[in-house]
C-alpha cells in the first residue's frame, strides 16, 4: 500500500473509532506500523503541563506497544510546551533493526526552547573541564529550569588538542566568532528567535552579523540532511569520523517553535559495522516524518537523550549494559518555561 493510501487509511480508521486531535508524528506511526517498518516499538507521549498516567498494551514476543498520555489540563496549559517521545525501529540498508528515538516538541515561546553549554567561570574553552555527562548537565539545568527532554549537541568545545572553530552562538550569547575551517564543505544551522531553522555559511557572514539579525542558536556541526523538504545530502555522504551506519543525533524543524530531537542507535556490539544509521538513512527518515529542515549533530559515543532526566537510548560506550554516556560539551533541551 503507498504512504498516502496508509495514512489516509488509518485516519478513516480512527475516525471511525472516534478519535481525533492525531499529530503528524501520530500519522507518521500509524504509517510505519502499518507498512511493516515500525518493527518492535514503543510509544509514549505526555503533556508536559501536567502528570502523565500510564497503561500497558498487549505484549508478546514480536511486538511490544507502550503509552503513556496526559489528559489533565489546567489554566496554564496553553503557555506549557506540547511534547511527544516516540521510541520506533527501522531496518537499514544491512537489514538490521535499528532502534531510534524522537521527541516532537511544539513550543509557545522559543525561549522553551534552550541550550547549556559548559563553561569554566562563565568561560567557555577547551579541555576535559568542559565536558560533561548529559546527565550531569541536567542536573545543572535543573537548577534553573524545569527540563523536559534534551540531547546532546554539536561538541563546540571537544579538547585541547583540536583547534576546532566555527561560529557558536547559544542562547543569544556570542561564545565563538572564528570561522570554521570546512565551511566549504558545511553549512551552520541557524535558529532564530522568530522560531524559524535554516542553514547559513560562515564564509557569507559574520557571528556578530548572525546575532544582529536575530540569531539565537548556532550549530557547526553538519551537514544540512534536509532542506526545503527534500533530502539535502547523497546517498554515501559522511562526516568525516562517521564512515558507514553509526548512532545519530539531529534536530528536525516543521513549522516556526514545532521541533524534533532525534537519536537513533548504534554500534551496540563490539567491532559491530553494521548496525546503525547512515546518513541519508535519517535525512529520509525525518523527511518522511515532516521535516522541511534537518541538521545533523554529534554521533557515535556522543548520542544521547534524555527524557525527565532518564536516559532513553543505548549507548555505544560499553557492551554490556549500554548505559555510559560520554561526556560531552553543550546540549540542547526543551523546558516548560
Known sequence: ??????????????A??????????DAFVFDK?????AGNNSIASWESSSSATSSSGETNSSNTSDSSSSNTTNSSSTTEPIVNYYKLSKTNKYSTS?????VDMTLSSIYQLQTHLVTVNGKAGYGN???KTLSSQWSDIAATHE???AINGDFAFYNSSMERAGYVIRNGLIYRSSRRSDYNDYDDMVISYTGSVSSVNEADTTAEKLKSEGA????????????????SIATNEEVDQSMGSNPRTAFGYLSPLHYLFFVSEGRLSRNSSKDGFTLYEVASILKDYGCSYAYNL???GSSTMLKEGTLMNKTCNDYSSHTTERPISDCIYVCKS
Open 16 to 25: 471511525s473509532l472516534g478519535v481525533g486531535g492525531l499529530t503528524l508524528g
Open 129 to 131: 573541564s568542559y565536558k
Open 147 to 149: 527540563p523536559i527532554a
Open 216 to 231: 539565537y542558536q548556532v550549530f557547526d556541526f553538519g551537514p544540512a540532511l534536509v532542506n526545503d523538504s527534500s533530502i
Open 33 to 37: 506500523e502499518a507498512s511493516g517498518e
Open 98 to 102: 535499528v532502534t531510534y528515538h524522537i
Open 298 to 300: 554529534d554521533g557515535g
Open 1 to 14: 500500500m503507498k504512504k498516502a493510501g496508509v495514512i489516509s487509511f488509518a485516519l478513516s480508521f480512527l
